[in-house]
């Protein structure tokens, strides 16, 4: 099996090919699938562009995630004006991992379960607010600034069993008891902003 095809050990492209990537990605998606929306009440476009989202994920430069997330703005802006009855249309912003951040639209039966994705900072009394980035820089953080946002925790399900001590340390986790009584334990890698745009 040929390793080097799941992994970015290879060298990355000139930028002019990765602007064309991220460029070509955004137009395959500016407008939401109705098709599979209406039969599975949900939609959602994530971060497919080669080679950052491989298995083994990779953090872009700054100046090419910028890039990226005006792609994700776009894409919901376009996606609300499509569908604006939607129950639930949001970019979910994830730092630092920023290759998990997708657009994500529900109707109907998945309403509910997407709302519910994340634990709200606001919400928990102990975590404290980070707000975006100042790498962002000026130009993206005014664009961002006109949205409605929600800081919330960005974290991993995973059985303590197979991650390293090491891991333990680096991450903060919480464990929880689920509806059913089984422990669950949640590892944090981030933050993830939920947003749209405000209402005009």
């Known amino acids: 099996m040929n390793r080097a095809a799941f992994t970015n050990r290879h060298k990355v492209r000139g930028w002019k090919t990765q602007i064309r990537r991220v460029e ?40 090419l995630a910028r890039n990226m997330i005006h792609g994700l703005l776009d894409i919901h802006e376009a996606w609300a004006a499509a569908t604006p009855d939607a129950g639930y249309s949001c970019v979910w912003l994830c730092w630092p991992k920023l290759m ?60 303590p069993a197979d991650i390293s001590a090491g891991q333990l340390r680096k991450y903060p986790s919480t464990t929880l008891t689920t509806e059913g009584g089984a422990s669950l334990t949640l590892l944090e890698v981030g933050r993830v902003w939920v947003g749209k745009r405000r209402a005009a």
């Open 24 to 63: 070509r990605w955004r137009q395959a998606h500016l407008t939401p699938d109705a098709a599979h929306l209406e039969h599975a009440d949900f939609d959602y476009c994530k971060l497919q562009i080669d080679p950052w989202n491989r298995l083994i994920r990779r953090q872009p430069p700054m100046w």
């Open 100 to 159: 998990d951040s997708q657009v994500v639209m529900a109707q109907g039966s998945r309403v509910e379960w997407y709302a519910g994705m994340f634990r709200p900072v606001a919400e928990l009394g102990w975590a404290e607010p980070k707000g975006f980035p100042p790498q962002f820089g000026p130009a993206l953080l005014a664009r961002l600034n006109a949205w409605e946002w929600q800081e919330c925790l960005h974290e991993y399900p995973v059985d």
